[in-house]
């Protein structure tokens, strides 16, 4: 295959040449992507069609995710549906007119394989260009009214409704019995649980009941097979409405977001399981996903080898197990005990509608079938005994597991996920008060400012692998990075973080603010290769730029007191006003930003010497249960304090009371008298 990366190169050759474009989008640990890789690409004669007639082209979505999203929107205008492998193919002015995701090498079931295509689109291209292009004309056009399409908002009530309509459609498509939304494949998806705890968690009336929605939810995925039980993290999705069989890659995106809403779950019940899931997560990604400087790689390969030294591979490899091989490991007693646990079978227990190519069959895949005193009851074993035989076995078996082959490592280091990854350390280690997290996400964030940030103009890079840097960064970086830095201000209070976010902002808002309509464009205006700028408007497996950027910016409003980050928020919701009249549960995180707004502006100031037993005392009363819509600042009479003064003056006044920590409590700036001590619960009312 004669393929050449997104640029003037292979597009200069379709120009000279006359030839369309065929346009590959996906990603190193794709599985599907492997899959037609393997059966189309590789495969002699189909290549020779591909070069014979197009121009290949080969894009990274990860690297380029405004090229994969201006053709993503165009594969689901054209087929309703999306995914990865996409398959688009371009004029050589780069106007889309035929797409699709996966394609098979023959036909199937009555539908044309991936030759057939290839020769079909070839010949109308030889003998009906003219057409092609008409069509390919049209589709841009539609691309691009729709980029121009802004709807002005209708004030709170259209916020406020949104908010009603998105929990209601979630209510009716929540599965009942195995948790999560609508039926197979099943997304984990965190920005909707994200929205309904907060919610739930609200005092209208009738909210409640959601709360039951999502704490099912959490568990069954924790329960499932899209849970790494020995190894920590969760695999992209499920393929069955059970959360049984996953596609086996693991992504640093869900492992972000996911170890948040396990640790918010934690905040709201108590319940010491979700904090433990939230450091299994974190535990995973510090110990295979963290390279030796402090940033974040990006992802972990659905396939692996079946054994060392062999070429032969498998999705899922590296993850089940037969019972045999439980049983030589663990031991007979022991094994019977675990396999009642997992639902392990001697003829493996994966459904062969769940596995088409049969690459599991007889092999399990480690599903909790009861809990630990359910499986205490049918066995009638302490559920003591029970919960650390089957902690004895994880071991074992983890360890014996690590022998095996390992997934290949999407090593590169994305601005934007590390971004997530940072927020997920920086609140679980304020939250779960374990300072080793909290050093974990300022790692991190230097390694950001060291390898992705440009040393003169402070703008970001999008990603660094083996000393390289892809330079462009796209909104999503700038919107997630700062997310990241001011949950890590919130987590140790150094003054730096704060102001390189801020620094952070404005230049996103230099870089991607549409001055006419409002929000925030993805890339950067000027790439002539990319026909439409759009604005994402979609929160999906990652949240959009723009959901991400208005929370931020109310943050901001709350922390420094800006007016005028307060403005640009209404300019986004009324840019979403659309979405939000017609789809609002499309944007479940822009969701979260409406009811961040929505409610009171809430300020936890606390003066003190960092690092003070007094000091940590009260910080950590303010953080205890889930306040998702205040904010903690920290002055200390130093710089950091001089600093925030110049923005908010009446924190230069605060200070410690007779040489004790003190804590304030403000709404919109407006504070109550200091206090050195707190009941437990003073903080709530």
């Not at 689109?121 to 260009?129: G, L, N, Y």
């Not at 539609?142 to 209601?168: C, F, N, T, Y």
């Amino acid at each position: 295959m004669a393929w050449y990366p997104w640029g003037e190169e292979a597009f200069e050759r379709a120009r000279g040449e006359q030839k369309p474009i065929f346009l590959s989008i996906g990603y190193s640990t794709c599985h599907w992507c492997h899959v037609m890789a393997h059966e189309s690409f590789e495969n002699p004669e189909i290549a020779w069609l591909m070069n014979e007639h197009f121009i290949c082209v080969k894009v990274d979505r990860e690297e380029r995710p405004d090229v994969d999203r201006l053709y993503m929107a165009y594969v689901q205008a054209l087929t309703g549906g999306g995914g990865w492998p996409m398959s688009v193919w371009l004029t050589p002015e780069l106007k889309p007119f035929f797409g699709g995701t996966y394609f098979p090498p023959e036909n199937r079931q009555g539908r044309p394989g991936f030759p057939a295509i290839l020769s079909q689109i070839a010949q109308v291209w030889r003998e009906s260009r003219d057409k092609i292009e008409q069509e390919a004309s049209r589709s841009l056009s539609a691309l691009q009214e729709s980029a121009r399409h802004v709807d002005g908002g209708e004030g709170e009530g259209i916020l406020s409704s949104a908010l009603q309509r998105a929990a209601a459609y979630f209510q009716r498509t929540y599965d009942e019995l195995w948790g999560g939304f609508g039926s197979a494949p099943k997304f984990p998806r965190p920005s909707v649980l994200y929205f309904l705890l907060r919610h739930a968690c609200s005092s209208e009336a009738g909210n409640s009941e959601l709360l039951p929605d999502v704490l099912r939810s959490l568990d069954r995925m924790a329960a499932g097979g899209i849970r790494d039980h020995l190894g920590g993290g969760f695999h992209r999705y499920s393929v069955d409405r059970f959360w049984h069989v996953p596609h086996f890659e693991k992504m640093l995106y869900d492992q972000a977001q996911l170890a948040i809403a396990y640790l918010e779950a934690w905040q709201v019940t108590g319940r010491v399981e979700y904090s433990t899931i939230t450091r299994e997560i974190l535990d995973y990604v510090s110990r295979e996903m963290t390279s030796p400087e402090g940033g974040f790689y990006s992802a972990e390969d659905a396939d692996s080898l079946l054994r060392h030294g062999a070429p032969e591979h498998s999705e899922g490899a590296f993850f089940v197990w037969t019972q045999g091989e439980i049983e030589d490991a663990i031991g007979t007693g022991a094994a019977a005990l675990f396999c009642e646990h997992y639902g392990i079978r001697t003829g493996g227990n994966v459904d062969p509608e769940s596995d088409p190519h049969g690459e599991l069959t007889g092999k399990n895949i480690l599903m909790e079938r009861y809990t630990v005193n359910e499986t205490a009851a049918r066995l009638g074993i302490p559920k003591e005994a029970v919960a650390e035989s089957l902690d004895e076995s994880r071991k074992i078996l983890f360890t014996l597991r690590s022998t095996r082959p390992r997934p290949h490592r999407d090593d590169k280091i994305l601005c934007a996920w590390n971004g997530l990854m940072i927020s997920a350390f920086a609140r679980a280690g304020a939250m779960l008060q374990d300072p080793q997290f909290v050093v974990t996400a300022e790692r991190a964030a230097r390694f950001v400012k060291m390898q992705l940030t440009h040393p003169v103009s402070g703008e970001l890079r999008r990603s660094f692998r083996g000393g390289k840097v892809l330079e462009t960064g796209f909104a999503e970086d700038y919107a997630f990075l700062i997310q990241g830095l001011l949950d890590l201000y919130e987590a140790n209070f150094e003054i730096t973080w704060l102001q390189w976010a801020t620094e952070l902002q404005m230049i996103m808002d230099r870089l991607f603010w549409d001055e006419e309509g409002g929000g925030y464009f993805s890339s950067l205006a000027g790439d002539t290769h990319l026909l439409v700028r759009l604005k994402e408007d979609y929160d999906g497996a990652e949240p959009s730029a723009n959901s991400v950027a208005a929370l931020n910016l109310l943050r901001f409003s709350r922390m420094l007191d800006d007016s005028k980050a307060l403005k640009m928020v209404g300019l986004i919701f009324a840019n979403a006003a659309r979405n939000l009249r017609a789809m609002p549960a499309a944007v479940p995180q822009l969701l979260v930003a409406i009811q961040y707004s929505l409610s009171a502006g809430r300020q936890i100031v606390v003066a003190g010497v960092p690092g003070a037993t007094d000091v940590e005392t009260l910080l950590s009363l303010a953080r205890k249960g889930f306040h998702p819509y205040q904010v903690i600042l920290f002055v200390d009479g130093g710089a950091g304090q001089t600093w925030l003064s110049r923005r908010v003056p009446s924190l230069g006044g605060m200070k410690t009371l007779n040489g004790h920590a003190a804590l304030y409590r403000c709404e919109n700036f407006t504070c109550t008298s200091p206090v050195t001590e707190l009941a437990s619960d003073d903080l709530l009312s």
